[in-house]
């Protein structure tokens, strides 16, 4: 069975970048030759970027051999971890950021497989793409702090903590919302709390108040139209992802990404 160090991933690297002891690698993958068991030396973040993919990591705990994850999907693995993965379909690539110990605070990381729920996640692993030089050769000097909040991420998900029942019908009920919105009182009303304790609750748990959530799911499913539409329009694509107006779409997403939604779509293609 396979060892991989640091910064050494099973796949053909496409792109890559390092800085202050963080590196994160573009690599493609094909369906036809899956990537068998083999652990990982060092804590690391993997990021489905395109088609469907399984993986054994983790898989154990839910009583299966393998566990799905669709394009979009943030996974963390601690050290240590042993698995197979492979994609379902061709043209398969993924992110990999991995950290030299002790760079950033990884005290804090979960001891276990988890699959990250905050859309900031994917978010933030695809303004770590926008890092990457072609060659590989040009310094991301953004590397480093966007690691230490994606990592963070992580260690927020994998907390034992007891979150409030209502949360996961909040967060349903913002993704339901995402064309048409809704009001913070109405969503309190909807769940039968005060809009303060909704807020602090947002606030606490996932980091960011309901309309901050709300403009993260938003940008989430613009990447998920421009990914399964590329040859939509993006005054087409604000609209149906909840956005005033093309320019509205823009902004939010040059903040989320780092770049505009059409400098993005073209890169990718």
Known sequence: ????????????????????????????????HPVGRHTHERPHLCVVLRSRYVTGAGAAAHGVEEVPAEPGSVLFHPAG??????????????????????????????????????????LLSLRIEEELAADGSTPAPGLPDLATELFSLAAQDGEARSEPGWLPRAEEALRDSIRGGIGLSELARALG???????????RYRGAVPSLYLGRLRV???????????????????????FADQAHLTRRFREAIGVPPGRWRHRRR
């Open 81 to 122: 971890t042993t698995h197979a993965d492979r994609f379902l379909e061709p043209g398969g690539r993924f992110l990999a950021l991995d950290v030299e110990p002790g760079c950033i605070g990884m005290e804090e990381a979960p001891p276990r497989s988890i699959q990250l729920t905050d859309p900031q996640a994917l």
């Open 220 to 242: 989430v499913r613009a990447i998920e139209i421009l990914e399964s539409s590329p040859d939509a329009r993006l005054s087409e694509v604000a609209l149906e992802a909840g």
């Open 193 to 203: 709390i005060h809009p303060v304790t909704l807020t602090r609750g947002f606030r």
């Open 1 to 32: 069975m396979r060892s991989t160090p640091l910064g050494e991933y099973l796949g053909r690297v496409e792109a890559s970048a390092s800085s202050g002891g963080v590196r994160a690698t573009r690599l493609r993958d094909h369906p036809d």
